[in-house]
């Protein structure tokens, strides 16, 4: 009986690591390429614009209020530049340095705006939140978590009219393995700081608060179809803002690479774009000043006559220039409102403290 009861303890004992290892976090994120390292649950080891959590288990309940962010979620130190249709890349990840662990459930993501507050010092517990991406199933036996679970980054772009200002992103993984029993779901929310750039005007319609905006017996959240092959599932949390309905829900994209808080190197420009990324879609190149191409049956022209052509040409390449800044100029200006000093002036920090 002794023998037994001892094998039984270390059977136990050998387990729990796996156990602790079955969840996960963001280990990591990206905006427009721009990547940021989050921290060790319960580990502040360094600025990120992700809002630590204190364990990498699972939010059981959905009248929890660590369903806002994350358990007992602190906030985070950075706030980080963002535009209406920037691509998000969320890098989930499990305990002991691990893949993220599960494959049957949604992909949720929420935003919620900061008001006037900095969201380094914003507390969401009364916020109102839109949805603006869900993925569920592939097809239908395939969830999209399967490819999280597999190493793959989840993909979200924000609305391409959402309005300047600090916002939080709510990205979900809804783990539902267990979701055939009442209270069965395992949620797993987490908090991006951003302050968004641009001058669009779009505010959402429809919003939810957490908690509240789930319920134990939702079909989406008890489901004991979940695990039969070809059954349909329905997302919780109300329908996608409209202010995301023209952008995509999400997708998955191959695993994002560790890197510290830091920015990735600059893409090159296209044709079209200036020195500052902008693009009149024309077609020109408007990085190079062009001039007419010389026409070789000048050459038995007087010498005079050249140096009248070369004058006409040198007059050319400065209008040429000249018109060209005054485009750019006038494209910066068409971009500006209300809040683009307020908005530079973030930028500017934000470069210096980098």
């Not at 109102?128 to 097809?139: E, N, R, S, T, V």
């Not at 309005?163 to 979701?179: D, F, N, V």
Request: net charge negative; proline share 6%; hydrophobic share 35%.
């Amino acid at each position: 009986m002794k023998t037994f009861v001892a094998i039984a303890i270390l059977s136990l004992a050998a387990s729990t690591p796996t156990l602790v290892n079955a969840h996960g976090f963001i280990r990591q994120v990206a905006i427009d390429g721009r990547r940021y390292a989050g921290n060790l649950h319960n580990s502040d080891k360094g600025a990120s614009p992700i809002r630590l959590v204190g364990g990498i288990g699972p939010v059981k309940g959905t009248n929890s209020k660590d369903l806002i962010c994350g358990l007992s979620a602190q906030n985070a130190e950075m706030v980080v530049p963002a535009n209406p249709g920037s691509t998000v890349s969320f890098q989930w990840s499990g305990g002991g340095n691990q893949r993220w662990p599960h494959s049957t459930g949604p992909l949720i993501t929420y935003m919620t705006s900061c008001g006037p507050t900095s969201c380094d010092k914003f507390d969401p517990t009364n916020a109102k939140w839109f949805k603006i991406a869900q993925l569920g199933k592939k097809d239908a036996n395939t969830w999209f978590q399967e490819d999280i679970e597999r190493g793959s980054a989840l993909n979200v772009t924000l609305p391409k009219n959402l309005s300047p200002g600090g916002y939080l992103i709510r990205q979900e993984i809804i783990a539902l393995h267990h979701a055939t029993s009442m209270g069965g779901a395992e949620f797993y929310p987490s908090c991006i700081q951003v302050q968004i750039g641009g001058c669009e005007t779009g505010f959402p319609l429809q919003t939810v608060s957490f908690p509240g905006a789930y319920s134990d017996s939702d079909p989406g959240i008890f489901d004991p179809d979940v695990h039969s092959p070809g059954s349909f599932y329905n997302f919780p949390g109300g329908p996608v803002s409209e202010l995301a309905a023209a952008s995509n829900s999400g997708a998955v994209s191959e695993q994002l690479t560790d890197s510290a808080t830091s920015p990735s190197p600059s893409s090159s420009l296209s044709a079209d774009d200036d020195a500052y990324g902008y693009n009149d879609g024309d077609g020109s190149d408007d990085n190079t000043s062009s001039a007419p191409a010389s026409d070789t049956s000048q050459d038995n022209v007087p010498l005079v006559l050249h140096i009248v052509l070369a004058a006409v040409n040198a007059f050319l390449l400065v209008g040429h220039s000249f018109l060209d800044r005054s485009r750019r100029r006038a494209k910066r200006k068409s971009c500006r409102c209300g809040d683009a000093e307020q908005e530079s002036q973030f930028e500017l920090e934000y470069i210096l403290s980098a």
